[in-house]
């Protein structure tokens, strides 16, 4: 996803973080904590969920506050800081969702490996760990659900997650691991400011899809090219492009690194 949005910002952000060490996370930005902590949350409200529905012991699991104040920890004062309102929308989800009678959880933040074919003929595995997997004990169906948090939900919200790679990938996932019964992706919008939510399913999108091989291929052969000719890691191409270089979640990390040279 990073090659493709900027080619200049993957090289700082993957092999040059990589030569120097990797980012610490009191360096994340904010947005970014707000999500990590959320998400360690969700994720807690639905294995225990699991064990539960397995007639398990939910307790092999931290209960989410507990699990969310010891993330929170690793980013000292700002995580501690952030987690009132994180908490409060926590407890708003798990009201919701936590005991929906016709939801059956299969997976929780479990990985996945997915093989395809590229138009060059060869064979590419790659990695994705969805949220959270569960199947519709009315219809059967199966759904793989993306949770995203907000500081405001609109209209846009859940639709601008649509032509991403990642969602696109889950579209590739969900019939691999259930053929007919997959239902499809939808999105979990939790607006932490005011613990709100908008969850919706994302329109298929078999354009994107029959389009992904060709697009793996396409980084794929790009990454090869730059370490063939040894190209320096702050000439790769730049994307040079305001809303690449300036995102929801503020300016790119690299900015002045590329403005300055």
Do not use: N
């Given at each position: 996803y990073t090659f493709l949005r900027c080619e200049q910002e993957y090289a700082y952000k993957y092999l040059w973080q990589a030569a120097k060490g990797s980012p610490t996370g009191a360096n994340a930005a904010d947005?970014?904590?707000?999500?990590?902590?959320?998400?360690?949350?969700?994720?807690?409200?639905?294995?225990?969920?699991?064990?539960?529905?397995?007639?398990?012991?939910?307790?092999?699991y931290h209960d989410p506050v507990t699990a969310m104040r010891l993330v929170a920890d690793e980013y000292g004062d700002r995580g501690q800081d952030m987690l009132p309102k994180l908490l409060a929308a926590l407890e708003a989800y798990k009201e919701r969702y936590a005991d929906e009678g016709n939801v059956e959880v299969l997976h929780v933040e479990e990985p996945f490996d997915i093989t395809i074919r590229l138009p060059n003929g060869s064979l590419y595995t790659y990695t994705q760990t969805p949220d959270l997997i569960w199947r519709d004990r009315r219809s059967q169906l199966c759904w793989i659900d993306d949770l995203k948090t907000t500081s405001r939900l609109t209209p846009q919200t859940i639709?601008?997650?649509?032509?991403?790679?990642?969602?696109?990938?889950?579209?590739?996932?969900?019939?691999?691991?259930?053929?007919?019964?997959?239902?499809?992706?939808?999105?979990?919008?939790?607006?932490?400011?005011?613990?709100?939510?908008?969850?919706?399913a994302l329109e298929p999108a078999p354009g994107l899809v029959r389009a992904f091989p060709e697009t793996i291929q396409y980084v794929e052969d790009r990454i090869a090219e730059y370490e063939k000719l040894g190209t320096p890691l702050s000439s790769y191409r730049k994307a040079s492009n305001d809303l690449v270089c300036y995102h929801k979640y503020g300016p790119c990390d690299y900015l002045r690194t590329c403005l300055w040279g």
């Open positions: 947005p970014l904590v707000r999500g990590t902590l959320l998400h360690v949350g969700v994720a807690h409200v639905h294995v225990r969920q699991r064990a539960r529905q397995r007639d398990e012991d939910p307790d092999r639709t601008s997650y649509s032509p991403s790679v990642q969602m696109v990938s889950y579209r590739i996932l969900g019939p691999m691991l259930f053929g007919q019964k997959f239902g499809g992706v939808r999105i979990r919008a939790v607006c932490w400011t005011d613990s709100t939510f908008q969850v919706s």
